[in-house]
């Protein structure tokens, strides 16, 4: 796994005050929450996708960056020294804190190349017959393939709406074929 630079720490510094500031009866806006998942789903893919750039990364960093300047706005004095304290530390590595990893159930991993994704799931252990990547191909406008890198995959290619609109039709397919 990659060092996501102590940004991964910074989240979870933010996270527990916003949890805090919720139960002491601030009230915390839904956009703080919706960031953080985003926020949260960005560092996970950075982390554990070994092609992630580090430009990835800054978007998650942004995200952080408009958390902080709303939840530091909610606090008292004593809790804003306190949590920018233990922000300065994390941003040095000082502070030890656990980042709670975003899986999936099922392993998928997309790589993009400017307008064009392509997007890798995972098996179980049985298989679809390449025919059947085929006709899937043909019926979405995608390129359905069995992974050459890695065993008991199917690598979905083409273009970002085609390759989500086969991905969500494909999901039938998922329990019948055992996928993870």
């Not at 796994?1 to 009866?25: H, R, S, T, Y």
């Not at 025919?131 to 979905?156: A, H, P, Q, R, T």
Request: hydrophobic content about 35%; aromatic content about 12%.
């Amino acid at each position: 796994m990659k060092d996501a630079k102590n940004i991964d720490k910074q989240w979870v510094l933010l996270n527990d005050l916003a949890f805090k500031l919720v139960n002491n009866n601030v009230s915390v806006p839904e956009s703080v929450f919706h960031k953080l998942r985003i926020s949260n789903s960005i560092i996970s893919y950075y982390i554990l996708d070994e092609h992630a750039t580090y430009e990835t990364l800054k978007k998650a960093e942004k995200e952080l960056n408009d958390i902080q300047s709303i939840l530091f706005t909610l606090c008292d004095n004593e809790t804003f020294q306190e949590y920018l304290n233990n922000m300065s530390k994390s941003i040095r590595g000082e502070l030890n804190v656990e980042f709670p990893l975003n899986k999936t159930n099922y392993n998928q991993d997309v790589k993009k190349k400017g307008n064009f994704e392509s997007l890798r799931i995972s098996f179980k252990g049985d298989s679809i017959q390449i025919e059947m990547l085929g006709e899937l191909s043909e019926w979405y406008g995608v390129i359905f393939n069995w992974s050459e890198e890695e065993k008991d995959k199917v690598v979905i290619s083409g273009s970002k709406e085609k390759v989500v609109s086969a991905l969500r039709d494909f999901s039938v397919f998922w329990k019948y074929y055992n996928l993870e």
